[in-house]
């Protein structure tokens, strides 16, 4: 190459850094806004029926909500997060095809558990049982809703998965009116379900993509490698917590539950960031993987440690809000929920800590690593949790899982180190483009 071939070389070089850098902030902006919108749908939603309903009434609707967490993880185990390691930024038809399977295999397992859910409710009966009953009607909406979402990202337009959301926190506006009127747990649990239909719907529209369930089993059939151990993984995640939850009520009471969940309502932001964290950083991290390796674990570090940090940060101040704010905000459920800011902060900041190194594993497709370290995690959580509850009742609870957050994400990183290094020492075949 002559000397003003390889200057022209290295101008187009140096101005495609920027441009890539300018494209990576605008999908990191969006993913941001549709996080802040998704934390606030789910912020005012606790809010809204912790002061409805009062302490006992909101405990029966934290377990629906976080049994709605494990089903949730395990769409994204078999459907989405299949999507986000092996379609973030390929051709537009190779996306089209894959998301019409993803998707479709969304709402196929939310008609699945959906039904089971229904069944056991029935059968349980109560309060508890009638809210199971309401949730296996709603899920189906709720995971499509999410799996639009996951789509979105996918492709690198997260305006789309903003606008989705919004349109849900619209509708989800009348659909608390009228659940507040009828006042009951079933009510506010079909309401927010519900609600969810809208956005379902008109995923639809914005991708021009009807869900195929005639696609599911070809689906899992062909992402089963990953789809198996993530599956397991993101079900003893959110079954780790749902099981703290069944435990602490059984151990403490089922006020214990609505307490908790009062706390960890005053870190919204920062649990349902992490809830949906893999829609932005998963596929920004396979992007980075792709153009420059070499930057992937200061990638990683650099997301985990921000939230980390901003937990921190808002953690302080909520230690600084008055009283008055506080039973503004959360009713009757604030003067003891207030007692459990620390360790539920300490928690999340451990939680976002390690949120940097799964998505590292992710994206390296380092599906046996990531599923011993959620599974490390999962342990010490449900560990640390009831094993707190048993010796200092609900505040030994929140220090137990504080503790054990803090020791999984150690677990986390020790894993990524490991697989970073040994992509270093056995490097994948580079794939080049004509």
Request: glycine share 14%; net charge positive.
């Amino acid at each position: 190459m002559t000397a003003e071939g390889k200057r022209t070389a290295t101008d187009r070089a140096e101005g495609a850094r920027p441009s890539a850098k300018r494209a990576l902030a605008g999908r990191l902006s969006w993913g941001l806004a549709d996080q802040a919108v998704c934390s606030m749908n789910n912020f005012a939603v606790g809010i809204y029926v912790a002061r409805s309903l009062g302490v006992t009434a909101f405990g029966v609707f934290s377990l629906a909500w976080v049994t709605y967490g494990v089903v949730l993880n395990v769409s994204r185990g078999l459907a989405t997060d299949p999507l986000m390691v092996r379609f973030s930024g390929v051709p537009t038809a190779s996306w089209r095809a894959a998301v019409a399977r993803s998707s479709g295999t969304a709402l196929g397992v939310g008609a699945a558990l959906g039904a089971a859910c229904l069944t056991v409710g029935v059968g349980l009966g109560g309060r508890v049982g009638t809210a199971f009953a309401c949730l296996g009607v709603v899920l189906p909406a709720l995971l499509l809703q999410d799996a639009w979402r996951f789509a979105f990202f996918a492709a690198g337009t997260g305006r789309k998965a903003f606008v989705n959301d919004l349109v849900w926190a619209v509708a989800l506006v009348p659909a608390m009116v009228v659940a507040a009127r009828v006042d009951s747990v079933p009510a506010f649990v079909l309401a927010w379900g519900a609600s969810a239909a809208v956005p379902a719907v008109y995923g639809c529209l914005q991708s021009r993509i009807r869900p195929r369930l005639t696609g599911v089993r070809e689906w899992l059939r062909e992402h089963r490698d990953l789809g198996s151990r993530y599956l397991v993984e993101n079900v003893s995640n959110s079954g780790a917590s749902q099981f703290r939850a069944y435990g602490l009520g059984a151990i403490v009471g089922v006020g214990a539950v609505g307490v908790v969940r009062g706390a960890e309502l005053l870190l919204g932001p920062f649990l349902a960031l992490l809830m949906g964290l893999s829609l932005v950083t998963v596929a920004e991290a396979a992007r980075v993987l792709r153009r420059a390796p070499h930057r992937l674990g200061r990638f990683c570090l650099l997301l985990g440690g921000t939230q980390a940090a901003a937990a921190l940060l808002w953690g302080a101040a909520l230690l600084l809000m008055p009283d008055r704010f506080g039973e503004l905000v959360l009713g009757g459920v604030w003067h003891a929920s207030s007692e459990l800011i620390v360790p539920v902060t300490l928690g999340v900041a451990g939680a976002g800590l390690g949120t940097g190194a799964a998505a590292g594993l992710r994206a390296l497709a380092a599906a046996r690593r990531s599923l011993r370290s959620q599974l490390f995690a999962s342990a010490c959580y449900v560990a640390g949790g009831l094993g707190g509850a048993a010796v200092a009742g609900t505040a030994g609870s929140a220090w137990g899982v504080a503790a054990a957050t803090l020791g999984g994400s150690a677990v986390w990183w020790l894993h990524l180190r490991s697989a970073l290094r040994e992509r270093r020492t056995h490097p994948l075949p580079e794939v080049r483009t004509p």
